[in-house]
């Protein structure tokens, strides 16, 4: 038997068969199994958790409006995205803390969820102007660091005001705390700084 290759077929994206989960985590308390998928195989991709005890998977958060499209991303986040060859929209990225918090970025702003069974919370609401990039949690998971328009913030990870680490990139054509071009393209390096162990300090790198 045979079978004819449309067009269709040959640009479907995810290709056939290549439709499965990503980004697998277990929760710090190892109950659970999160990971990124698109049940019905398409591009909006899903945070869902494995429960090993039942077998049975579920969503982990409920994001709102669905979570990320091509509409709402910043041309800083597509750039991001396209160094990383990803197209899914959705729930594109998340995060555990050690307390089994979850952080997850969307539509430019930055959630919290408080474990697997609690409801997503927003921690900071972005600016299309100014929009939040490469948030991660502290070691300790006290805190939220982050870059916005060239400078470093945390907040902590309870709520409350973001606190400005780094100044003077502002306007001068530099960034603090951000990866440069090279370094995500060619050197497959994402990140412009970094937390010390016990969650004190953080290094980060000024491009020009």
């Known amino acids: 038997m045979t079978t004819s290759l449309t067009l269709e077929h040959v640009a479907t994206y ?10 697998l985590t277990f929760s710090p308390d190892d109950r659970l199994v999160a990971y990124l998928h698109s049940p019905d ?14 077998a049975v ?13 091509d509409d709402t ?9 396209e160094r990383l060859r990803q197209r899914e929209t959705g729930v594109t990225q998340y995060a555990w803390s050690r307390q089994g918090h979850l952080l997850v970025p969307l539509n430019g702003n930055l959630y919290v969820q408080d474990g697997p069974d609690a409801a997503l919370r927003l921690l900071l609401a972005g600016d299309d102007a100014a929009p939040i990039l490469d948030a991660r949690f502290s070691p300790d998971g006290a805190h939220v660091a982050f870059v916005q328009d060239a400078e470093l913030y945390a907040i ?24 440069e071009y090279v370094a995500q393209e060619e050197m497959a390096r994402r990140s412009g700084y970094w937390w010390s162990p016990d969650g004190r300090y953080l290094a980060f790198a000024r491009v020009d």
Do not use: C, K
Request: without cysteine; glycine residues 18%; charged residues 15%.
């Open 73 to 81: 991303v910043s041309l800083e986040e597509a750039l991001r995205r």
């Open 14 to 23: 995810p290709l056939p068969g290549m439709a499965v989960p990503g980004a």
């Open 57 to 69: 998977s579920r969503p982990l958060i409920s994001p709102p409006n669905g979570g990320n499209t």
């Open 156 to 179: 902590p990870t309870a709520g409350g005001a973001p606190r400005q680490l780094t100044s003077g990139a502002r306007g001068t054509g530099q960034t603090h705390g951000l990866a």
């Open 41 to 54: 195989g398409g591009l909006s991709r899903q945070l869902l958790a494995f429960d090993p005890q039942t």
